[in-house]
């Protein structure tokens, strides 16, 4: 059994797990408009409250300087006393690091053609290193001084679940014995940009499920989990990936990558879908999406499960996104939820006749005994899909 042994995590809702809970059991959406990475047009981001204070990197080489590195750092330090813990037990050789991102430190680049655009130069405080989808997982493992395994995922919105099933991996076939996991991203106006051109931007906090969806909302945040074979509360108890190639942004309609994900995270667990207590949707209140991951869901699960898009209350966090929404299931998994509370489904209710109906989650409602079994969706662009479970042990 693969056991998550801790959690560390920041977002638009907290910069603590303590404050993440306050905020998920409230439904307060960390969602908020700002023209800070869409200067001349507010739009509602999901972005870490300004106040909330990150690591110094000033010690660090300058390849490794970048706020996506800052947020990974902060979100060690929740964990740091687990982590070093698990490197007294296995040895430094013996703990690999697995991160997912898609932006890493695409900011600091943006912010030196900011500079080069006004004066000529690049600024001498920039070097491109800083930007390589490596980063993360390379200054971990070096703030940690850990000799195994380290790489990252960037397949977009799935990044960090597919770094969680690389742990699982590592672990199962014997390379390590516990791996740092999870995933980070962090805003910049390169991604909101990019997402506006496609015209999948919502001028409003998304709206999943909804006749009225019509786009997603950016976010940041980094999530990071400790996995070993140490018993504790909630174990990765399966996981399926896929690639269905239908197209570069669009889902396949019919979700054949989407079931294929899913049912290979069932089978690995051995579990049936009647078991699944919770569904955490992709969610993203995108037409396309949302339609096809409906119908995917009605189809496996029908319309009994509780199910919820937290993507209105964080953001989409692309490359994190898959790690923060499993720290939301351990939230909800922990000893202190005995009545099995679950994240709010935001949205303004108004249901789409088009697509089957689901089981939103309401605000304060839960199953009224421990969450078992949850599912948490992840499906990326170019068809790359991936499906975690998430099990009470």
Known sequence: M???NDCGMLCALGDTMAAIKASLWAGRSGVLPTTACSPGRSLPLGALPEQVPLPSMQHWPLAQRSRNNQ???????????????????FGHHRIGVVIGTSTSGIAETEMALYTLADTGVMPAQFA?????????????????????????????????????????????????DAVLCGGVDTLCAFTVAGFSA???VSAEVCNPLSSNRNGINIGEGAGLFLMSRNPSAVALCGWGESSDGHHMSAPDPAGSGALLAIGQALTRGGVQASQIDYINLHGTATRQNDAMEASVIHTLFGEQVAVSSTKPLTGHTLGAAAAIEAGLCWICMQDDNPAGQLPVHLWDGIQDTDLPQLNTVALGTGLGRPLQWALSNSFAFGGSNAALLFGRV
């Open 128 to 176: 491109y290193q800083q930007q390589e989808m490596g980063s993360p997982a390379q200054m971990l493992a070096q703030e940690l001084a850990l000799a195994g395994p380290a790489f990252s995922h960037s397949s977009a919105c799935a990044s960090s679940a597919k770094a969680m099933a690389s742990a699982a991996r590592l672990i199962n076939m014997g390379l390590c």
């Open 2 to 4: 693969l056991y998550l």
């Open 198 to 200: 496609l015209e999948s």
């Open 71 to 89: 947020l990974a750092l902060a979100a060690l330090a929740q964990i740091r006393p687990t982590v070093d813990a698990a490197i007294a037990q």
